[in-house]
């Protein structure tokens, strides 16, 4: 066969499958599954708007336990950057600087930080750099076993948490 006559060929059997496809849609089982295919879409959709609209309102209401969730250097310019993460909502300002393509989770991070302005996040600010996923354990477990706890108590848990850590690592290096 040459070009042509493949081309044709290909023409005639695409016609052929969009017939029977056009008769199958009149079967009222396919046009079920039809409706029912459209109506997950719309429905996934609205899941997302509302899970965002969720972790927006969650964000909104947190009073924020701010840590270091990222501190860079930038040698050009010898200027350092820091970055903020909550421990109670996660909400992390170093999605703002990420390198690499965004989660699902982290691109609405990401887009309300922008809605709110940059650096807008407050809360009581803790000087303290640490991985935010670590943290954010921390925080669940001594909630979990300590549900009274407040905020000013865990910061100060942390601290020693992570003083003890320190303390821990310089051992290891002697
Ligand atoms: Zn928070």
Redesign the pocket.
């Known amino acids: 066969m040459n070009s042509m006559e493949k081309y044709n060929k290909l023409l005639s059997d695409l016609k052929d499958i969009e017939l029977e496809k056009s008769t199958l849609e009149e079967n009222e089982i396919v046009k079920r599954y039809l409706q029912l295919k459209n109506n997950i879409t719309k429905l996934q959709n609205k899941k997302v708007k509302i899970y965002k609209e969720m972790k927006y309102q969650e ?1 909104d209401k ?1 009073n ?2 701010l840590i270091y969730s990222k501190i860079e250097n930038d040698p050009h310019e010898s200027r350092k950057y820091s970055y903020r993460g ?1 421990v ?4 992390d300002e170093s999605v703002l600087d990420a390198d690499y393509t965004l989660s699902f989770d982290e691109q609405i991070k990401y887009d309300y930080l922008i809605s709110k302005g940059i650096r807008y996040m407050r ?1 009581i600010k803790v000087e303290v750099v640490n991985n935010l996923d670590e943290a954010q354990k921390y925080y669940q477990l001594l909630k979990t076993n300590n549900p009274d706890i407040n905020d000013e108590e865990f910061v100060r848990y942390f601290e020693a948490y992570i003083n003890e850590k320190s303390q821990r690592g310089k051992v290891k290096e002697k």
């Open positions: 964000y947190c924020h336990i909550c109670k909502c996660g909400l809360g």
